[in-house]
């Protein structure tokens, strides 16, 4: 399966993306002044991203865990196949998706996280909003742009559909990212 070819070719890379992740937020900290640096400092960036793929295992560990239920629900897999099993799916699913949010995280949401910290909000708030911003865009982008016929005939339910799917990942990512950073509540300083 291809997937697994693809899982395989990330343990070690995405290991090592935390190692470094680690390494400069901590270091990052230490070379900071006492607190008071800035929301994009180096160190609070690299903690922050840190905080993402620790939201984003945590994602991938509780879906890959409903999941199971649900499979054991059907009769798909019995209780001892989950119990059994459960550990290496989540590392599965983990793997799948620490580069894909990686991904959002730098192309999407670093850009934006900048853009707002130079106005002041680059905060726990501000961040929450921007991955509420980036859901609704997406989930509209499928609205306008049905992905399948099941889309195109059903736009609303697509779109509510996009909106849970996309919106719990990307607020959790958001949350990880924003407390990994220790941002500020609501308002960090800026430029009025």
């Not at 995280?105 to 900048?114: D, Y």
Request: glycine share 14%.
């Amino acid at each position: 399966m291809l997937t697994d070819f693809v899982v395989n070719a990330y343990f070690w890379p995405v290991v090592a993306g935390g190692v470094l992740l680690l390494v400069v937020g901590v270091a990052g900290r230490q070379a900071g002044t006492n607190g008071r640096e800035p929301a994009t400092d180096r160190g609070r960036l690299g903690l922050g991203y840190l905080g993402g793929v620790a939201a984003i295992a945590l994602y991938a560990a509780l879906e890959t865990y409903r999941l199971g239920l649900e499979k054991v629900e059907r009769g798909q897999v019995t209780p001892d196949v989950l119990r059994e099993s459960l550990s290496g799916w989540i590392w599965f699913v983990s793997l799948m998706l620490i580069p894909i949010a990686i991904f959002f995280m730098t192309v999407f949401g670093l850009p934006l996280f900048a853009l707002i910290s130079r106005y002041g909000w680059g905060s726990l708030v501000g961040v929450l909003a921007l991955a509420a911003a980036f859901t609704l865009a997406f989930a509209g982008y499928f609205y306008l742009v049905p992905y399948n016929l099941w889309c195109g005939a059903h736009p609303d339910l697509c779109m509510a559909r996009t909106l849970v799917d996309v919106g719990i990942p990307a607020v959790l990512v958001a949350l990880g990212f924003a407390l990994g950073a220790r941002l500020p509540l609501l308002k960090a300083g800026g430029r009025p």
